[in-house]
């Protein structure tokens, strides 16, 4: 007997049974956003290597360890996307968007691709919903970008949530920061990781998100950019958090909050769900006004975000019930298959959910398989007519299946 398949490690099958709770996650989503004028963009799975390298970061875990990248037929490196917001920015360079009237507010989802160790809700084939807002450096913009992801989780009903809060400053003075980080993280590096200790010179911030014991007394004590941000910067920060206040969103401000890609500026931020334990992360973002530009295109404010679609089902609890049909179609004999199809359709057609059976299944296995699908009406066809069953109540009363679709449009 051959060999059965499996998935290939780190990704999964998401089975029907699974689709319900992740199809109103994406709906929820997408009709918030739809709400608020963003519009959807769509771009490829895969990209120029040098994308990832030059807008996400030489030196962060993504392009260092956790990258997809093969050569084409071509010779041409590319990479499946681990993130989306470099790729949203190449098209906003690409196709002139910078010449549409700001910010250009989209957003997108699918799937994207990161080599990393394989644990509930982190997969290496996991799926996102991105929003980006590029074009406007106002503090509303992070606001507003906040409020509707906190929006999002609240009609979704998430529990446990909480908002950590941010700034990274300007690219000037997170230099500055950065090198007096760096020294008082050697005057303390026989405390730290071997791997914080490895990354001093390239990304000092990381430290703050080690786990190991010794790094993380180390950064108890360390110098914060929070408390180091120039006048604009912390007006900024203010104005955000003035605003958040007024929309009555909940944050914690946390001066240690980084997040894993170089691009960020100013304003970050991080929803979590204490039900997930020690992978609590379930969406997050912030600006990084430089990647544009960096990107070929001109000087551009940006902010955004993305959800992480497993993530958010983990914190909602699992699997949700499934649609049902309005009614399922019983053929009382073989005659009457084709006729069912036939109705069937017709009531689709008029927006009803129908289904039949498929499999040639005797009248009473139709009732069973009605029964099992959930459907509030079985309408049984038996030559001479048809009869409506109530499938809660077991009522019948007689229907002529002409009459079908105007009669359960009525109910």
């Known amino acids: 007997m051959p060999e059965k398949f499996k998935a290939p490690r780190g990704t999964f099958d998401v089975l029907p049974e699974q689709q319900a709770v992740r199809v109103r996650i994406a709906r929820t989503a997408r009709e918030m956003l739809e709400a608020a004028g963003y519009a959807r963009i769509d771009t490829p799975a895969f990209e120029d290597t040098d994308l990832f390298a030059r807008g996400v970061g030489e030196s962060t875990d993504i392009v260092q360890k956790q990258m997809f990248t093969f050569t084409d037929q071509g010779g041409r490196e590319l990479t499946l996307r681990p993130e989306a917001t470099a790729s949203i920015c190449r098209a906003y360079v690409e196709h002139g968007m910078h010449k549409l009237p700001q910010p250009v507010k989209v957003w997108t989802s699918g799937p994207f691709f990161r080599h990393e160790r394989p644990q509930a809700g982190r997969f290496r084939q996991f799926h996102q919903i991105d929003t980006e807002a590029i074009g406007s ?55 730290l990781s071997d791997e914080v200790r490895s990354r001093i010179e390239v990304n000092p911030l990381r430290a703050f998100d080690a786990d190991h014991a010794g790094t993380r007394k180390v950064m108890g004590e360390a110098p914060t950019l929070l408390d180091r941000l120039s006048d604009e910067d912390a007006e900024h920060f203010g104005a955000v958090r003035e605003l958040l206040d007024q929309e009555g969103v909940a944050y914690d401000v946390d001066p240690t909050l980084v997040r894993g890609l170089d691009y960020y500026t100013r304003t970050v931020f991080e929803f979590e769900c204490e039900r997930l334990g020690a992978q609590s992360g379930i969406g997050g973002g912030g600006r990084y006004d430089g990647l544009v530009e960096q990107l070929g295109g001109p000087a551009t404010p940006a902010n955004g975000w993305a959800l992480g679609i497993e993530r958010v089902a983990l914190a909602l609890g699992g699997d949700e019930e499934a649609s049902v049909p309005d009614v399922f179609i019983v053929a009382a004999s073989d005659e009457e298959r084709a006729r069912a199809l036939a109705l069937a359709t017709e009531l689709r057609r008029a927006g009803r959910a129908a289904d039949l059976d498929l499999a040639g299944r005797a009248v009473k296995g139709q009732m069973k398989q009605a029964d099992r699908s959930g459907a509030r009406y079985a309408l049984i066809l038996d030559g001479e007519g048809g009869r409506l069953r109530e499938m809660s109540s077991g009522a019948e009363r007689e229907i002529d299946p002409a009459d079908a679709v105007e009669e359960l449009s009525a109910t």
């Open 137 to 191: 450096a106002s503090p509303l913009v992070d606001a507003e970008l906040i409020v509707i992801m906190h929006d999002i989780f609240t009609a979704l009903g998430v529990e446990g949530m909480r908002l950590r809060l941010g700034s990274l400053g300007s690219p000037a003075e997170r230099a500055a920061y950065l090198d007096e980080l760096r020294s008082y993280l050697r005057s303390r590096e026989a405390e």
